[in-house]
């Protein structure tokens, strides 16, 4: 017994000799999270100072982008191709989430130089990349004269790359896209509308034509890519074609778009239906009793695709395409097209014609989450879709035009509830049915 409890004694002078050692950590980690609660609340009295003189750090926020700018802008020249593609993301970024009028209008010229080069010069991402700067240069220059010669002066090069079979499809992908987009931004002559509408017929048309048959489902994806992006460009263009051109292309490509319906690829399926419905708004505008010949069996083609249930096709190309076909099935009989409301800001737009539709999907595949933005500030964007001058708001509109989190929490849980209900019933009906 006496050994058993100097062995207990033992351990318990172990097990404290233990505790003290392990003492000094738990102190430094007490100390650790002491300095890291002090440098918090440095962090939070650096952000009241920050606020205190809020101007002075909006300058210095726009000088510091200003100089990351223009070391992209150095960059794109550099010898190096990696160097190159890196500052043309940069500059992809920065070109679609802010509004940089001032900034590039004296260094638009610059700038212009070094993107043609890149697309000369450059291989398929490079070219790619470039392009899509070039759009977006284009966008935040806008429809006077900086954007019109913008547009000028690379819009040889860019039909050059898009009608050249050998150069890279990613290449001429980008390329349909952003001629498309600066001859909607900033074309001014009737004649670089109709030789850029031709040359995007060109490339979508070998797709559609009459003797190719069913060869468009055997082309490669980056190929039908290409007839999509040529084909949403064209559809862009025909929103500011004067009637007289509507009538022209009613005649040539009315007929031929419907074999497009055919095609092995869901996105180019969905771009023919779009166009069509497009073009039947545009003729329904010039007149109230336009008439299509081939009206019911286009109808039986939509509907089929509406309702398509194949198994063959993947399950979220079927939902897309029975979703877009219903909306253009119904416009075709109806005349009744459906509804979007897009929310920016304290603002909000109606997208309730293809061709509004049309202009829109254009801006946001340009600019990404950055559209929003635009939506608010981009004078160009606002007159085309009829919002009027930006808004100026304080910083207490702002504030009030929040919605508080309890608010969030109370909405969203009603409309689980109503949803949830919705669904019961429904499965209700089911088990009636069954």
Known sequence: MPRSRRGDRARRRACNHAKMESQPSDDEAASEVLSHY?????????????????AVDEQAQQEEVEDKLKECIDNVMDKSAKTRQVALESLRLAFSSKTLFDFLLERRLTLVDSLEKCLKKGKGEEQSLAATVLTLLCLQMGSGAEGEEVFRSLKPLLITILTDTSASLIARQSCATALGMCCYIAAADMEDLVSCLACLEGIFGASCSKDAGVVPSHHSPLLHNLY???????????????????????DNQLPKLPLLLSSDNVNLRIVAGESIALLFELA??????????????????LKALAT???????KTDRRKQRSIFRDVLHFIENGECHEETIKFGLECMYVDTWARRRTYNAFKEALGSGVRHHLQNNELLR????????????????????????????????????????????????????
């Open 228 to 250: 999509c992006n040529a084909l949403q460009s064209w559809s862009l263009l025909l929103t500011i074609c004067p009637s007289t051109q509507i009538q022209k292309i009613l």
């Open 38 to 54: 002090s440098s918090a609340s440095e962090n939070a009295s650096v952000a009241e100072e920050i606020t205190g003189s809020e």
């Open 284 to 301: 329904r505008d010039m007149e109230d009793d336009f008439f299509y010949e081939d009206t019911d069996l286009l109808c039986t083609k």
């Open 383 to 434: 007159e085309i879709f009829e919002l009027g001058p930006p808004l100026v708001l304080d910083a207490a509109a702002i504030k009030a035009s929040k919605i508080s989190r309890f608010e969030k929490h109370l909405y969203n849980s009603a409309a689980f509830k109503a949803r949830t209900k919705a669904r019961s019933r429904v499965r209700d009906k089911r088990a009636d049915v069954l």
């Open 308 to 314: 398509d249930s194949n198994k063959y096709r993947a």
